[in-house]
């Protein structure tokens, strides 16, 4: 793709580097960037995340992987994943051959700290990207005999604290959306070494075939994504916003600039782009134009004037109002 043909300055400074647009490819969105080479020029984009890396190679859940739900999707992968041995052996020289100057983080998943931990260690003497993005909220897969650690902050700070000390690349850490308030656990992240925080990993959810009264995932419940999800996301970004001063990462139902634009005033400096790539695979390209295209209309000189721009409530109502 040819630069955009913009007034605005896209690019910002963020963990000490440059990232020339604020649109990147969600995690489990699209490989390790090999499956979309040939869609689109990756290094069109601000980014991408890999597919979770686990230790041990996994073969993932029984199929169907996926189903619509909705104005969603519902997904059960079960983590599929080539493992730490060979994503360093095949997936990292890829990525430096194809990917050189695209800014990836490597997202990591595991079942006890030690998994998170050991995964970073194995991963820091290869290059091939920039940092990583902990992946403490996969609804498919929890940690042995509980919830995903974005469920429970304690464990959550255990985790990115022992990755903070093993690693200086950048650092982001991945919530859940169901959480009563996502704030203190984006404090919590932030608290244990966190560099940045992306919100939000997919909603658990369960969609039942009625004629055979079993579920249509061949996993069961599994984690919905796509537009249904959008709104909670935004509104994740916006209370982690209140609640930490670290770079934010907005993902979850982004199908259009509008959408994106959404996700940057709540107070995010990145998004994401996930289940519409699967649709069109130049959905990311697309946002990115659009938003260009916005600031050349609005008068934004730069996407800084748009990341954490809103307003608040459009008409604050007492619910005395009116009242005599
Ligand atoms: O692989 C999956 O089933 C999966 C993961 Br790791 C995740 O983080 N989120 C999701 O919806 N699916």
New binding site residues.
């Given amino acids: 793709m040819r630069a955009i043909d913009t007034n605005m300055q896209l690019s910002q400074t963020l963990f000490g580097t440059t990232f020339s647009n604020p649109v990147l490819l969600a995690?489990?969105t699209c490989g390790f960037g090999e499956e979309l080479e040939d869609a689109l020029d990756l290094r069109s984009l601000g980014g991408i995340v890999t597919?979770?890396v686990t230790l041990e190679p996994r073969a993932?859940?029984p199929a169907p992987?996926v189903v619509e739900a909705g104005n969603a999707m519902l997904?059960?992968?079960?983590?599929?994943n080539p493992g730490l041995e060979r994503v360093c052996a095949e997936k990292l020289p890829w990525m430096t051959e194809h990917l050189s100057g695209l800014q990836v983080f490597v997202?990591v998943?595991g079942h006890v700290p030690e998994e998170y931990w050991r995964i970073v260690e194995g991963l820091e003497s290869t290059g091939g990207f920039l940092g990583y993005e902990l992946?403490l909220?996969?609804?498919?897969?929890t940690r042995l005999g509980g919830l995903p650690f974005a469920l429970d902050p304690e464990a959550l700070k255990g985790v990115v604290a022992g990755a903070r000390v093993l690693t200086d690349r950048p650092l982001l850490v991945?919530l859940a959306p169901n959480v009563p308030d996502i704030g203190p656990v984006a404090e919590a992240a932030e608290d244990a070494g966190a560099d940045g925080i992306t919100l939000v990993?997919?909603m658990p959810g369960l969609v039942i075939d009625v004629e055979s009264r079993t579920a249509a995932l061949g996993a069961g419940s599994?984690?919905l994504?796509g537009p249904a999800l959008r709104a909670v996301g935004v509104n994740a970004v916006h209370r982690a916003r209140a609640c930490t001063s670290v770079p934010l990462l907005g993902v979850g139902g982004i199908t259009d600039a509008g959408d994106a634009i959404q996700y940057l005033l709540a107070g995010a400096s990145l998004v994401q782009i996930g289940t519409a790539t699967f649709a069109d695979p130049r959905t990311a390209q697309k946002v990115c134009k659009g938003i260009a295209r916005h600031g050349d209309r609005t008068g934004v000189e730069k996407i800084q004037d748009l990341i954490g721009a809103y307003q608040g409530a459009n008409r604050p109502l007492s619910v005395t109002e009116g009242a005599h």
């Fill in positions: 995690a489990g597919k979770s993932g859940n992987r997904n059960s992968i079960g983590l599929a997202s998943a992946n909220s996969c609804p498919n897969d991945k990993n997919t599994g984690g994504s």
